[in-house]
Antibody
């Protein structure tokens, strides 16, 4: 069974940084692109970033470009999201997702809550 | 960016009846080289993450009951749930995976009448 378990979310002041982690199990990690999707009452579901299976290409929504960095460690079956210069509007539950086909998300973690507030 | 618009925002349907949710995209999601529409539907139950129900507009994900069906092409799509069951209470989202940035509809809350 596919499992994605996120960690690292917490309360942080605007302008601060956080690193989210996602541990994957139950499938061959190196065969899949991975990503992050966030969910908030104000913005609904919003795709944040994707990374190719070998880490060669990374894609971001415009609102996080230059502030967030997605990475992966295939030896550890893990994907990460480094978030810098956090803003109040980044407050959301961040879900780690497995990407199938051309951008559908066929497995989701439970999510980790990031709150950017003073 | 492709804008996804769902209707209605909320819907109440009696048990055993049919529920229909509409999703419209601001540009075509049909990829002409393979004739696939890059449109997915998700179900999010309370306290759970979203779950993929349908992709390519009409292909059910493995394990999804056949009372869930998707239809449409181009810019207009529909999710139909036949014989509504109590466990189908959830928020339903459409998502385009035709081009980056991937975008979602605002969600439709389905409840029992």
């Amino acid at each position: 069974e596919v499992h994605l378990v996120e960690s690292g979310g917490e309360l942080v002041q605007p302008g601060g940084s956080l690193r989210l982690s996602c541990a994957a199990s139950g499938f061959t990690f190196v065969d899949y692109n991975m990503g992050w999707v966030r969910r908030s009452p104000e913005r609904g579901l919003e795709w944040v970033a994707n990374i190719r299976l070998d880490g060669s290409d990374k894609y971001y929504v415009d609102s996080v470009k230059g502030r967030f960095t997605i990475s992966r460690d295939n030896a550890k079956n893990s994907v990460y999201l480094q978030m810098n210069s956090l803003r109040a509007e980044d407050t959301a539950v961040y879900h780690c997702v497995r990407v199938s086909g051309w951008g559908r998300f066929d497995a989701w973690g439970q999510g980790t809550l990031v709150t950017a507030s003073s | 960016d492709i804008v996804m618009t769902q209707s209605p925002d909320s819907l109440a349907v009696s048990l055993g009846e049919r529920a229909t949710i509409s999703c419209k995209s601001s540009q075509s999601l049909l990829y002409s080289s393979n004739n696939h529409n890059y449109l997915a539907w998700y179900q999010q139950k309370p306290g759970q993450p979203p779950k993929l129900l349908i992709y390519w507009a009409s292909t059910r994900e493995s394990g999804v009951p056949d009372r869930f069906s998707g239809s449409g092409s181009g810019t207009d799509f529909t999710l139909t749930i036949n014989s509504l069951q109590a466990e189908d209470v959830a928020v339903y989202y459409c998502q385009q995976c035709y081009s980056l940035p991937y975008t979602f509809g605002q969600g439709t809350y389905l409840e029992i009448k």
